[in-house]
Every structure is written in C-alpha cells, then in structure tokens.
C-alpha cells in the first residue's frame, strides 16, 4: 500500500463523514428516526453516537474502495470513481441491510430500501474523491 492510497482513503474518508452527516445526520435524521423499530431504538447509544467510531468505519470503507481502485480496477478519475464507489457501496448496503432485516428487529422494510440508495451516493461521492487523488498528477 503506498502512500498515495493511503491519501486517497483519507480523502474519501473525509467526503464520506461529511456527507453522511449531511444526509443520515440532518436531511433524513427524521425518516430513519421514523423506520426504526422500538427494539431498535432500545439499543441506541442515545443522541450523539460515537463520532470517531463512525470515522473509522468511514476510514475503513474509503480504504477499501482505494484498494480495489488502484490495485484491480486503475480507476483514476472522479467520473469512474464515482459510478464504481455508487455501484460497490450500493451492492454492500443492500447486503448488509438485508441480512440486518432477515435475523434483527431493527428497521423497517422502508429503511432496508432506502439505505442502500444512500449508501450508493455516498459511495459516488467518496469514490470520486478516491479516483480523483489516485489520478492526481498522472499524465495518462
């Protein structure tokens, strides 16, 4: 791993912090409060959940996404970045809030269907990013 993944992850890290925090944190925080289900709401940590707990997973998910970029795919632009991060990230989503769905009492159907689709704009959003750092400075 070199330094320039290392950067792009931060990078895409960052894009995607914010722009959940945009997202899950103010322009849909009612909805999900509305999809999630008593049982659900129980285990929350309250009103402010661990921030730097969510920059980690978000550091994770921009790792992993760097990864992928530079070692299988050579994305280095924004554009493919960005159609690659929504399609990984929408796909994982989808997954994961399924099986959520199927073996926990979490969230609704709606959420389980809504998340994913977010998921996918944040992975357009953080994918660019991602693309656009692994390409800064090349000459192709």
């Known amino acids: 791993m070199n330094t320039k993944v290392l950067l792009a992850a931060l990078a895409g890290a960052v894009a995607t912090f914010l722009s959940g925090w945009a997202i899950y944190g103010i322009a849909l925080k009612d909805f999900f409060a509305a999809n999630t289900t008593e049982a659900g709401a129980s285990v929350m940590r309250g009103e402010m959940p661990l921030m730097w707990a969510i920059f980690v997973g978000c550091l994770a998910w921009s790792l992993l996404l760097a990864l992928l970029f530079s070692r ?69």
């Open 72 to 140: 299988w795919a050579a994305i280095t632009t924004f554009k493919d970045g960005a159609m690659a991060g929504a399609w990984i990230m929408f796909l994982v989503a989808l997954g994961a809030d399924f099986f959520s769905y199927a073996g926990m009492d979490v969230m609704t159907m709606t959420a389980a269907l809504v998340d994913p689709v977010i998921n996918a704009v944040q992975g357009a959003i953080a994918g660019g990013v991602i693309g656009w750092v692994l390409g800064y400075g090349s000459t192709k």
